[in-house]
């Protein structure tokens, strides 16, 4: 079955560093969508992208944060200068349409230190 | 902005029957959906509602009242392996994003 994967599955940084995190989406889907969950707190909707540009962004997406899909399989999520706030799991997502279900990748956990 | 209720935490034994219930409101409604996740993974799709009524998938079904603004996930034949977070999450006309709750932790017991 086919699914979204995710890397790396760990990231480490320093506080005003560059991170950027890979996922690969799933072939035939069309929307993509980048979701963070901090340790105990509830998933974040962060920006979604369709026909190569941004459809939403939620208010945690300011300007240190860009996406891109650079290919036609990746889809990449890019944090300009990490604060230790930015600590917490990415999740990529994907759905075929935009009313499926979005399916998710295993995340990647971001520390910041 | 959503709010989407759910209880924190639920106990229940091995074999036994578990029902989550998951309220919200919001304008547009569009969709509800229940995802599993275990710790430190993904979310897992579990169910979708749109529909008033029960949808059944083998061992959990997922109910939606729209009017009344209310969902719940129902878990039976509970297995030690059901033990995780169980997240509600509604969609709204228009939007692109899931709004989730913050999630039911289940522990099964032997």
């Known amino acids: 079955e086919p699914e979204v994967t995710q890397t790396p599955s760990h990231q480490v940084t320093q506080m005003g560093q560059e991170v950027i995190l890979r996922c690969v989406p799933i072939?035939?889907?069309?929307?993509f969508y980048w979701y963070r969950q901090i340790l105990g707190q509830k998933v974040e909707f962060l920006v979604s992208?369709?026909?190569?540009?941004?459809?939403?962004k939620s208010e945690i997406f300011d300007d240190q944060f860009s996406v891109e899909r650079p290919d036609g399989s990746n889809f990449t999520l890019k944090i300009r200068s990490t604060k230790l706030e930015d600590s917490a799991m990415y999740f990529c997502?994907?759905?075929?349409?935009?009313?499926?279900?979005?399916?998710f990748g295993p995340g990647t956990r971001l520390t910041v230190l | 902005g959503q709010n989407i209720d759910q209880p924190t935490e639920m106990t229940a034994t091995e074999g036994a029957i578990v029902q989550i219930n998951c309220t919200y409101q919001?304008?547009?409604?569009?969709?509800l959906f229940w995802y599993q996740q275990h710790a430190g993974e993904a979310p897992t799709f579990l169910s979708y509602?749109?529909?008033?009524g029960l949808e059944e998938k083998g061992r959990f079904s997922s109910f939606l009242s729209r009017s009344k603004g209310y969902s719940y996930l129902l878990l039976k034949e509970l297995q030690m392996k059901d033990s995780a977070s169980y997240l509600c999450?509604?969609?709204?006309?228009?939007?692109?994003?899931?709004?989730f709750g913050a999630g039911t932790t289940v522990t099964v017991r032997a």
């Open positions: 072939s035939n889907h069309l929307y």
């Open positions: 992208f369709y026909n190569n540009e941004i459809s939403e």
């Open positions: 999450a509604v969609r709204r006309l228009g939007d692109y994003k899931l709004s």
């Open positions: 919001t304008s547009g409604f569009n969709g």
């Open positions: 509602n749109v529909l008033d």
């Open positions: 997502a994907s759905s075929e349409q935009l009313s499926d279900t979005q399916y």
